[in-house]
């Protein structure tokens, strides 16, 4: 196995000059009981473990949320960050708003910001994103407007969003735009076998707007690890019910799971490591994607990280945008 010591590009976001990796770790799994089944006695030192593994590897971007364990994803980092000491300095922290129907009002955000950063244990966070493009009783001219005053008052570098279509992010863009903030990024799903945004006009949009992508759910919650096969056992919790981990679905996605491992064979490195480079490739100079995989644990951290410092081959992303596009119109 190669070094996972290696140097991590950086990408300007906006135009305050923040900067972030152009690979990230998702911190939705820690805490998370419903989905991840978080919660045995090992899990707090597993999280803390991959935590660490990822600073050591040059990942310092980590993103969160409030809804994730119900705030425990942002106590567990909050943790680790006191931890980190001088470290915790190059090290930043994305987290998320949720618009849920009973908040309403613009004082429920910047407590909402309050909370977070207490949780955190930080003055301020990196990055701030609107959960989800829903506009209950606060309308979304007000939340942008909100956001873009806490850019102001420093507690938030910069503004996102997370599953916006195209037409919510550009009318997102124009009301932060109307106070001076650029909008920074469009969190979506996106992977080998979650290719929506290529059609529905969402990486067209961010790419004409300057948006980058993060890229949640870069391994389809581990489909494109290479763990599961149609003769393995399947995840347990919410995973479950998820047709493509049964057998038939995994005998549909197979052939991209030969592919991938193929050429992670060739390039002496795991099917992970070649789906996220599959990834941080669609990025040009018009746009950046970054990935955001989950890592439950040390060795998945050092596996994400091997993603970076090196490249597919323009024949192999071609040949792995041809096998994704066949296999996604049956899944």
């Known amino acids: 196995m190669r070094s996972l010591l290696i140097e991590v590009p950086m990408t300007t976001f906006t135009t305050t000059k923040t900067e972030f990796p152009s690979l990230g770790i998702g911190a939705w799994a820690w805490g998370d009981k419903l989905f991840w089944n978080y919660g045995t006695p090992d899990d707090a030192e597993q999280v803390r473990a991959a935590f660490f593994a990822a600073l050591d590897a040059g990942v310092t971007f980590f993103d969160t949320a409030e809804v994730y364990g119900l705030g425990e994803s942002e106590r567990l980092i909050g943790k680790f960050l006191k931890e980190a ?13 949720m618009p849920l129907p009973w908040r309403f009002g613009t004082e429920v955000v910047r407590d909402a910001i309050t909370a977070s950063l207490d949780r955190l244990q930080v003055k301020k966070v990196a990055l701030y994103q609107v959960h989800q493009p829903v506009s209950f009783l606060t309308s979304q001219k007000d939340l942008m407007y909100t956001l873009a005053d806490e850019v102001r008052k420093g507690r938030i570098e910069a503004v996102g969003i997370s599953n916006y279509s195209a037409a919510q992010m550009r009318e997102a863009h124009g009301y932060l735009a109307e106070k001076g903030v650029k909008l920074a990024v469009n969190q979506v799903r996106y992977s080998l076998l979650d290719r929506g945004i290529e059609t529905n006009g969402i990486l067209a949009t961010a790419r004409e707007l300057g948006v ?33 981990f049964s057998p038939q679905g995994l005998a549909t996605i197979d052939p991209l799971l030969q592919l991938l491992q193929q050429i992670a064979t060739k390039f002496d490195r795991t099917p992970a490591q070649i789906a996220l480079n ?9 746009i950046q994607v970054v990935p955001i995989p989950g890592a439950k644990s040390a060795k998945q951290a050092e596996q994400n990280a091997g993603a970076l410092g090196w490249s597919l081959s323009d024949a192999d992303i071609a040949l792995l945008s041809e096998t994704s596009t066949k296999i996604t119109k049956k899944v």
């Open 212 to 244: 980058t992508i993060l890229a949640y759910s870069p391994l389809a919650q581990g489909l494109l690890s290479g763990k599961y096969t149609q003769t393995s056992d399947r995840p347990t919790g919410a995973r479950s019910m998820d047709r493509r």
């Open 85 to 97: 000491g001088d470290r915790a300095a190059k090290i930043q922290i994305a987290t998320k708003y």
């Open 278 to 286: 599959w990834l941080i490739a669609q990025s040009d100079r018009n």
